[in-house]
């Protein structure tokens, strides 16, 4: 882990949003989502439907926006921060 992200695909996300995060706000709205649709041992998600479910795959897709979207200020993404931080980075 550098900098709060995971690097291996199987780890969870970090509850509060990593360093360099662009969208903590967004992070905070996905980590929830991801929370509220885990894998269940029965192959289904928490919600009933099967694993991985639509919740599922957009909580994934939103934390990588979230880290990934560029500043409304006109920053460069990524600017300042480690380029291989592993899943949670594009």
């Known amino acids: 882990m550098i900098d709060g992200v995971p690097r291996e695909p199987a780890a969870e996300p970090p509850v509060d949003p990593p360093v360099g ?7 905070r709205v996905a980590r929830a989502l991801h929370d509220a649709h885990r894998p ?3 192959n289904f998600c928490e919600c009933k439907a099967f694993w991985p479910c639509a919740d599922a795959q957009l909580a994934e ?3 990588q926006l979230a ?4 500043s409304p ?3 460069r993404p990524g600017a300042g921060r ?4 592993g899943r949670w980075t594009a």
Request: charged share 30%.
């Open 73 to 75: 200020r006109g920053t």
């Open 82 to 85: 480690n380029s291989n931080l």
């Open 61 to 63: 897709e939103a934390l």
């Open 67 to 70: 880290y990934d979207r560029p």
């Open 40 to 42: 269940r041992t029965d």
């Open 21 to 27: 995060c662009a969208d903590p706000m967004l992070w």
